[in-house]
Every structure is written in structure tokens, then in C-alpha cells.
């Protein structure tokens, strides 16, 4: 699990700037006000990444993600003055270090789990 984490923190600086942020555009995070890491699956590593996060921007995340599921199901959008701008998304983005810091403990554990 944590190999596929570790890939992606590779390989992510090595987008350029204009494919980020294409790739970010068409995503459809802006119309609902969501962060690209609101979005993000939430599997055990991010379950543990979440709980290290102040509970104030838990909070907001879970704000933005009701929001934007009950936009949905109205098949609504918010107003063009409220949606998510990429550099604002690329400044929140709140959980990418505590994600690093929990594959990187896991990897520890294994690492000492092998050789002992």
C-alpha cells in the first residue's frame, strides 16, 4: 500500500504547472468548492493521515464534502464567485504531509518488522 503513496509523492513534482493544472480543471472539484483533497479515497492511510489534521480543517473538509454532496444531488453548482480557484487548491493542500508522514512510519515499521 504504501509503495503506490510513495510513487505518487515521487512523481509529483515532475508535472508541469499548465498539466496540473488542466488535469485539476477537469477534475469538476471547483463548481463544489472542494480541495483535491477532500477528494481523495479515504483508505486506512488517509483514515490515519485525517486524525493527525486540526480538527478545525477537519471540519472544513467535512463542510466542503456535504456541500458538495448535496449540490450534487440537486444537480446544482455552486455560484462561479464561490468556486475553488487552482492556486487556492494548491495552498490547502492539508493532508499531503500527514499522508508522507504515515506511509513513512509504515515503511519504518516494516523495514523493523523484517529484520527483526
Known amino acids: ?18 498539466l496540473r493544472k488542466w488535469a485539476w480543471s477537469i477534475s469538476g472539484f471547483k463548481e463544489y468548492g472542494l480541495y483535491h483533497d477532500d477528494a481523495l479515497h479515504v483508505d486506512p492511510i488517509v483514515e490515519k493521515a485525517l486524525t493527525r489534521i486540526p480538527e478545525d480543517v ?13 449540490l ?25 504531509k500527514a499522508i508522507h508522514d504515515v506511509v513513512k512510519e509504515i515503511d519504518e515499521e516494516n523495514h523493523w518488522d523484517k529484520k527483526y
Do not use: C
Open 72 to 96: 450534487s444531488l440537486m444537480q446544482r453548482i455552486l455560484p462561479k464567485e464561490e468556486w475553488t480557484t487552482f492556486e487556492d487548491d494548491q495552498k490547502n493542500r492539508y493532508l499531503w
Open 1 to 18: 500500500m504504501s509503495v503506490a503513496y510513495g510513487r505518487a509523492f515521487g512523481r509529483a513534482p515532475k508535472f508541469s504547472h499548465s
Open 58 to 70: 477537519r471540519n472544513a473538509r467535512n463542510h466542503r464534502i456535504i456541500r458538495a454532496t448535496q
